[in-house]
């Protein structure tokens, strides 16, 4: 053993030598390798376009949201147009009734000819027809159209039925039905 330790004295010293050496600070001079980009410009160059897109997508909803009003105010005035159309149309068949035009007619005295018709030229003024004979003087014209008779088959004779002073209806209390006890299908409709 003494022989062991000797040796492993004797090698410690140039183990502790080698460790202080190797522990001793030197300059090293930098690796040649390619500089890192910085970080600043691509960080700033995601934000503006970021910025951009959220940007953008605001003034998108927003003009969308102008074309719906647009179109809503358009749809309205459209409705309001067909209600007024609808008016006119209205109010131009009443005009054009022949009932209405024959009483404005009479109000302003006018008379149906008794002759033949006659005709006004436009290119002359001229009167053409035979205008010798009088109108028909205090001819007034039927207030209403009669309406035509509706057929038979579709104007049947009405069903009646006849109760009792005691509120019975005279088939001695056994409901609808004929005195055999039958119920009546067509009195039942």
């Given amino acids: 053993m003494s022989s ?12 502790a030598e080698i460790a202080v050496k190797r522990a001793r600070l030197t300059v090293v001079p930098r690796p040649r390798t390619k500089p890192r980009a910085p970080r600043v410009p691509f960080v700033t160059l995601v934000s503006v376009i970021l910025l951009a897109g959220v940007i953008g997508l605001l003034m998108f909803n927003t003009s ?4 719906s009003f647009r179109a809503a105010a358009l749809e309205q005035q459209a409705d309001d147009l067909t209600a007024q159309q609808e008016a006119l149309r209205l109010e ?9 035009i024959a009483t404005e007619a009479q109000r302003m005295e006018m008379v149906l000819p008794a002759g ?12 053409l027809g035979d205008q010798k004979q009088p109108a ?16 038979a088959a ?9 109760i009792g002073a005691r509120g019975d209806r ?4 056994r409901g ?3 005195r055999n006890g039958v119920p009546d299908r067509a009195r039942q409709r």
């Fill in 176 to 178: 609808n039905g004929d």
């Fill in 116 to 127: 033949g018709p006659l005709v006004l030229d436009l290119a002359t003024g001229d009167v």
């Fill in 64 to 67: 969308m949201q102008q074309a």
């Fill in 136 to 151: 028909v003087p205090g001819f007034d014209l039927p207030g209403s159209v009669p309406s035509p008779k509706k057929p």
């Fill in 170 to 173: 005279g088939d001695g209390g």
């Fill in 154 to 162: 579709l104007d049947p004779d009405p069903v009646v039925e006849r």
């Fill in 92 to 100: 131009l068949q009443a005009l054009r009734d022949p009932q209405r």
């Fill in 4 to 15: 062991t330790a000797a040796q492993v004295r004797a090698r410690l010293p140039r183990i």
